[in-house]
T-cell receptor
Framework: AQTVTQSQPEMSVQEAETVTLSCTYDTSESDYYLFWYKQPPSRQMILVIRQEAYKQQNATENRFSVNFQKAAKSFSLKISDSQLGDAAMYFCAYRSAVTGGTSYGKLTFGQGTILTVHP | DAGVIQSPRHEVTEMGQEVTLRCKPISGHDYLFWYRQTMMRGLELLIYFNNNVPIDDSGMPEDRFSAKMPNASFSTLKIQPSEPRDSAVYFC???????????FGSGTRLTVV
């Protein structure tokens, strides 16, 4: 079974600065997807960024980018120019892309990292 | 597109009562998932459906929990009888094929007293 580990229960950053959230995962599969979700106090789960394992290029979405290290099974999220609205719980998640496998379709989440942004 | 719609947003019930949570997925999505979120256990997958058929219900904690998807546009999660330890936020999510991130509903906060 796949597992996702976020080793930082809490992180903080000053407004306008950069912060990196860590995530590692364990899998024996070669084809999968990785995601970062944001959950603000409203509790809505919002997709921040997605990475396909077969792509070597790191995904970017405006101020959000990832550092995907497939061999190390590491998937960190970098938030640049942090804003007060970035304050939230961030979840790293794994989804198998192996069609027909028992895990196909399932999204496995890490425990989350609470990000605080200081003005 | 209205997104994934869950109802009710909040539910407070007494121990022993039946609780039914409802979900309307995004039209055209072929996967539907029910998750439970608690402080202690984080986000847990309870059950998921593909084309209205339950694929994996190994996360359903007890026989008190049941889920149905009678058609492509509606699913329910029922707890009978409810217990205080069932208090949590329950999310429904839907997805198209197996290759994209989910779209989540806004969740139902269940409190069992």
């Amino acid at each position: 079974a796949q597992t996702v580990t976020q080793s930082q229960p809490e992180m903080s950053v000053q407004e306008a600065e950069t912060v990196t959230l860590s995530c590692t995962y364990d899998t024996s599969e070669s084809d999968y997807y990785l995601f970062w979700y944001k959950q603000p106090p409203s509790r809505q789960m919002i997709l921040v960024i997605r990475q396909e394992a077969y792509k070597q290029q790191n995904a970017t979405e405006n101020r959000f980018s990832v550092n995907f290290q497939k061999a190390a099974k590491s998937f960190s999220l970098k938030i640049s120019d942090s804003q007060l609205g970035d304050a939230a719980m961030y979840f790293c998640a794994y989804r198998s892309a192996v069609t027909g496998g028992t895990s196909y379709g399932k999204l496995t989440f890490g425990q989350g990292t609470i990000l605080t942004v200081h003005p | 597109d209205a997104g994934v719609i869950q109802s009710p947003r909040h539910e407070v019930t007494e121990m022993g009562q039946e609780v039914t949570l409802r979900c309307k997925p995004i039209s055209g999505h072929d996967y539907l998932f029910w998750y439970r979120q608690t402080m202690m256990r984080g986000l847990e997958l309870l059950i998921y459906f593909n084309n209205n058929v339950p694929i994996d219900d190994s996360g359903m904690p007890e026989d008190r929990f049941s889920a149905k998807m009678p058609n492509a546009s509606f699913s329910t999660l029922k707890i009978q009888p409810s217990e205080p330890r069932d208090s949590a936020v329950y999310f429904c999510a839907s997805s198209l094929t197996g290759r994209y991130g989910y779209t989540f509903g806004s969740g139902t906060r269940l409190t069992v007293v």
